[in-house]
């Protein structure tokens, strides 16, 4: 997950989870102010109807329903029971609600004097009213229909709020996280363009902006021109070095030759070996010049150049080196192909990268029989140089385009294990790829150009 989805993901989550609790405790706020009010409600019925019947004496129970009926904060549902202090009922409402009550709960009411209890949908209040006189006990039981009504409504709309302000915030959080990592996005694009050939990238910086991603920017620009300036630096050196080492290197190899040709065979076979060193250290020296080519190369200005010319070139390198070379070559014969040959490149260089491709594939055949295939895939021009041998391991699959690497199956032949380095080279300073398919008892090089 992107560092941004993170973001995004936690300050949701965040938002979500608190403005839920607040919705949750304005709920359970005013249930229980519903709660309180009812309860007071009916305390006030309870303490009005005791008054009514003990304090005026001309108010009968007829009279009292009356007013019970047509009062007019009439309860929905209302029972009203009071009762004397032997527990004897001396007044009853009019409705047919029953009242679920035992002598426990009078009991209960003269020890802490009230009760508020739940009885299915309604809700049902027990108090004791002490008089100097009298004791009396009075249950109310009623559904505070509109209170119930006004809390569902609140959680309708508190519902209805949370769900739309949480999509809100997820989406608005995710575009505005989106927004101000966006110079990211081009931070990472450019970092991921970088490379050995490509030092030169710089991100845009704002110089009045002191936030972090600008400040790394900046940060960004120093470090890669100082990587530019070393890098550069050391290709001078490889490519001054190398140029130099050449000159005393023809005279150790021409000193060489003669001394071979009057030595004695006792002495001829000593000097040859040393021969064979300083060619192979030659070899060395042509490969790292060639490397400091490669990367004093611009790719955009590069000629064009065909791919089928540049290997008929380097097959004929490879002919006049290996006498028994052998090569099957073959041409996809489509429209889509012949306009695809011609190619950005030099045509110097990928002759280079084609000859060592058909070197390796020669030395590493057990046929000495190198297959080459032109054709295209996916509508992109392709070449295939195949041999049949032994395959490499993961590990050396791995480590293949790095330098000086060489598998097990090259114990026995001499090289450098340079050569698929300075391929890679060529090939991604054109911005071509190249990938190793190992197949049963067969090695396959896949060009895509």
Known sequence: MTIKSKISLYISILFTVLFGAVCIALISLFSNFRKQEFEERLNEKAVNTIKLLIEVKEFDNKLLKIIDRNSINQLYDEKTLIFDRNYKLIYSSLD??????????????????????????????????????KDYYALISANDNYGKRTLNFIIYILIGSYLFFTTITWLLTLYIIKKQ??????????????????????????????????????????????ISDAYQKQKEFTAQASHELRTPIARISAQLENQIQHADEKNKVFLKTIFSDIDQLNELINSLLILSKIDSQNPKSIEKTRVDEAIYGSIQKINTLFEDFKINLDIEESDPLFDLLEINGNQKLLEIAFSNLLKNAYLYSNEKLVNVVIKTIDNKLALSISNSGATLSKTEQNNLFQPFMRGENARNTNGLGL?????????????????????????????TF
């Open 96 to 133: 047919d609600t029953k009242i679920k009550w035992t002598t426990k709960d009078l009991d209960y009411l003269k020890k802490h004097k009230s009760f508020f209890r739940r009885d299915k949908d309604n809700e049902i209040y027990g108090f004791f009213y002490d008089t100097n006189y």
């Open 419 to 447: 050569g698929l380095r300075i391929v890679s080279r060529i090939l991604n300073a054109y911005g071509y790829s190249i990938v190793y398919i190992p197949e049963e008892n067969l090695n396959i090089f896949l060009i």
């Open 181 to 226: 990592l966006n110079p990211l996005e081009t931070f990472h694009k450019k970092i991921s363009e970088i490379n050995d050939l490509n030092l030169d990238i710089t991100l845009e910086t704002n110089k009045n902006s002191r936030n972090e991603i600008s400040l790394l920017s900046t940060e960004f620009n120093f470090m890669m021109n100082r």
